[in-house]
């Protein structure tokens, strides 16, 4: 009894062996158009539209910022700190070049899309500037704060943009996402290092 329900199981498997083998022929010639449609679909999809949207407003925010970074290093007191924004600076462009990348990775047009939130940590940034006195280190020690508001904004981006894309699938700008993230990370920990080293003690002597 039991041998025949066996025999009936592995007749059964083969005939659909051969129903799967004929369906495998056929995908196989529909390929092209499946992964066209897939490409449709995943464009489409309301997670892609949003993760595309926040490359668009970081893109804007890093070209603003290379523009920001260079006024404030123009207005800073200390070389340390000067040589800080500069060397930023010149990170940000390299996060501008990435994130070109990563667009291409997933088969965007890199585009840009204004970032009202950077826009008003900036305009913070220059009102500091106009607040504190020229040559003071109380400039630098309000100087960094305003720098680590744009490295936040930063790091609460490209940390979700990450979690993102590793979601979706995207490795190769998960990757490129993280290695900003990286740097941002960084710059957040050295400008603290700056303030704590004497910045923040000799601003606090000021009258
Ligand atoms: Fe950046
Ligand atoms: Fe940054």
Redesign the pocket.
């Known amino acids: 009894m039991a041998t025949k329900t066996n025999t009936t199981a592995a007749q059964t498997t083969d005939a659909s062996d051969i129903q799967s083998k004929t369906a495998e022929k056929d995908s196989s010639t529909m390929k092209v158009d499946n992964a066209t449609v897939e490409k449709d679909e995943m464009k489409n999809a309301p997670l892609h539209k949003f993760f595309v949207d926040a490359l668009k407003d970081i893109y804007y925010a890093?070209e603003a910022?290379v523009s920001a970074?260079g006024k404030m290093q123009e207005a800073a007191t200390t070389e340390e700190l000067k040589d800080a924004f500069e060397d930023?600076q010149l990170?940000?462009k390299k996060?501008i070049s990435r994130l070109e990348k990563v667009f291409k990775s997933i088969d965007e047009k890199p585009e840009k899309k204004k970032c009202d939130a950077i826009e008003g940590i900036i305009k913070e940034g220059e009102e500091v500037i106009k607040s504190t006195q020229e040559g003071s280190m109380t400039r630098d020690a309000a100087l960094i704060i305003a720098?680590q508001k744009?490295?936040h904004y930063?790091?609460a981006t490209y940390g979700g943009l990450v979690q993102l894309a590793i979601t979706m699938g995207h490795d190769k700008a998960a990757d490129l996402l993280e290695k900003?993230l990286q740097?941002?990370e960084d710059?957040?920990y050295d400008l603290t290092e700056i303030a704590e080293t004497y910045i923040n003690f000799e601003a606090e002597q000021e009258d």
């Open positions: 890093e910022i970074l930023h990170q940000t996060h720098a744009v490295e930063e790091i900003t740097e941002e710059t957040d």
